[in-house]
């Protein structure tokens, strides 16, 4: 299965019109920085919170560089879910200029 990709600009318009931006990375990347418009749901607990995963629009996947939003994807996808993978990750998102944020609203990193 080729898992479909999007651009860290095109993957932004697409959530400033309602697509849903799921982060999977771990808790330290998380609390290091983020899109402000994610939800964090790692790797790993995908299986147990899917339902937490909407699959009435766009999911666009983000990790570090994609790898494992790229597994994420095919999950979503063998499903139903409409998924897309962010190409390059959080390291791309950040470069293109877009919002790496932390909790507390500070800037944050990419780790």
Do not use: Y
Request: aromatic share 4%; proline share 4%.
């Amino acid at each position: 299965m080729t898992v479909p990709e999007i651009a860290p600009i095109d993957a932004a318009d697409a959530i400033a019109q309602g697509a849903f931006l799921l982060d999977v990375r771990e808790a330290d990347e998380w609390a290091a920085g983020h899109a402000a418009a994610a939800t964090w749901i790692a790797l790993g607990g995908i299986a147990d919170r899917v339902a937490e995963i909407p699959a009435d629009r766009q999911v666009v996947c983000i990790c570090r560089s994609g790898a494992r939003s790229a597994k994420a994807t095919e999950f979503l996808a063998a499903r139903g879910i409409t998924a897309v993978n962010l190409v390059g990750g959080m390291q791309a998102w950040a470069a293109a200029g877009l919002d790496v944020t932390t909790d507390t609203g500070l800037p944050g990193t990419v780790i």
